[in-house]
């Protein structure tokens, strides 16, 4: 059975943009249409932003097809994050923990012998 | 008198009296000396090179290379930065960018190598205890 698609139009739709969208983005966001996204859903949203500068995503402060497409958009990215993030082996994730940890030591270790090294000097300095 | 006093004392307490031999030198003195010994940390300097590592101030490290290509005078400038939450590198004032890994694993190698040896060899002090080093020869049973 082949999946068909239906294209339909939003209000203030520019064919020139391009601004369409298929029936199962529809069915997925017909509950948020006209209302402001969860509070969930913008702790998650505002989640995947902090992580993907360039993702688009609007939070619903306007309610515009742009807005709505741009809606769209960051769900879908927070949909392949999760699939990836499920792909991910835990070695992977471990591996990215320790070395997470191991930056963070190395931070650490480099901004205290500066202080202590300036400290000395001053100290010595006429 | 006071001769009498201070022999008594230095053979109670040795020649570990605290000493400022650097008094007379300013921090850009100071800067001048560790880079002589911040340059030689990365190995041999290519002929022709003039490198420098130093310590600028409690927030910034940095490398400086100059070299001479086809006769014409060549340089380049690394910035560190240290923040709160990472260590930002600037190559010739652009380019910023977060260093992690292995860079930063070897950048904190080097500072620590640049720590121990300029309290040693310039402040006189052991790097671990920031006491000033004792010219005593050790105790021997």
């Known amino acids: 059975m082949t999946e068909q698609t239906h294209i339909y139009r939003l209000p203030g739709h520019d064919e020139r943009r391009g601004d369409s969208f298929d029936v199962a983005s529809l069915e997925l966001s017909a509950a948020r249409a006209e209302a402001q996204p969860s509070q969930a859903l913008k702790g998650e949203l505002r989640e995947v932003r902090a992580t993907d500068p360039e993702a688009l995503i609007d939070l619903g402060e306007e309610d515009t097809a742009g807005a709505f497409w741009r809606q769209q958009e960051a769900e879908q990215r927070l949909l392949e994050r999760r699939q990836y993030d499920a792909k991910r082996s835990r070695e992977e994730r471990y591996a990215a923990i320790i070395n997470g940890m191991e930056d963070a030591d190395n931070i650490t270790d480099i901004a205290n012998t500066t202080i202590a090294l300036c400290n000395y000097r001053t100290m010595e300095a006429a | ?141």
């Not at chain 2, 620590?112 to 010219?135: A, C, F, V, W």
């Open chain 2, 1 to 141: 008198m006071s001769d009498i006093l201070t022999n008594a004392l230095q053979l109670l307490v040795g020649d570990s009296l605290p000493k400022r031999p650097l008094k007379k030198l300013t921090e850009r003195e100071l800067i001048d000396l560790e880079s002589a010994i911040g340059r030689e940390l990365f190995g041999p300097i290519p002929t022709g090179h003039r490198r420098e590592f130093f310590c600028l101030d409690a927030h910034t490290w940095i490398w400086y290379e100059e070299w001479a290509e086809a006769g014409q005078p060549k340089s380049s400038t690394t910035r560190y930065e240290v923040r709160p939450n990472g260590i930002l590198k600037a190559q010739d004032g652009q380019n910023y960018k977060f260093i992690g890994g292995e860079e930063l694993k070897n950048l904190n190698l080097a500072v620590r190598l640049y720590y121990e040896q300029t309290m040693r060899e310039i402040y006189k002090r052991d790097p671990y205890t920031g006491k000033p080093l004792s010219h005593r020869p050790p105790v021997t049973i």
